[in-house]
């Protein structure tokens, strides 16, 4: 990573991101690794992409990412919102834009815990009457 790098960190669910955002050609790498071998549906590649087509700098930024815990989709979600911060910090005018796209809010919903006496979160063992 040389010249003037950005960096910022995502959440989603147990998923935590770390990026880095360097002026460059486009690449992105996830773990070391290309982003369509470490997340291998398109879904995920775009839902990534989406701060970078806002902001029009998908060829521009070369993305470092370190991402762990959770499963494929929250990783992929939580680059999303690491990448729209550390765009922010490379143009703080992105800002209003990046927020009106919905980029910058990290999204609260977490895994409900199991209660006691219950199987799961919500769901109770089945009653019998007699």
């Known amino acids: ?21 360097s002026p460059g050609r486009g690449l992105i790498k996830v773990n070391n690794k290309d982003l369509m071998s470490y997340f291998g549906r398109d879904t995920l590649r775009m839902i990534i992409e989406q701060p970078l087509q806002l902001a029009g700098g998908a060829d521009k930024f070369d993305i470092e990412a370190k991402v762990k815990g959770g499963g494929k989709s929250a990783q992929a979600g ?6 729209a911060r550390a765009l922010v910090e490379f143009n703080p005018e992105l800002r209003a834009q990046l927020r009106k796209g919905g980029f910058l809010t990290r999204d ?19 009653y019998s009457k007699r």
């Open 78 to 83: 939580a680059m999303k919102l690491g990448m």
């Open 108 to 126: 609260p919903r977490e895994k409900e815990r199991k209660k006691y006496g219950q199987p799961g979160a919500r769901k109770r063992f089945q």
């Open 1 to 21: 990573m040389k010249g003037e790098n950005f960096y910022a960190t995502g959440r989603r669910k147990s998923a935590v991101a770390r990026v880095w955002l």
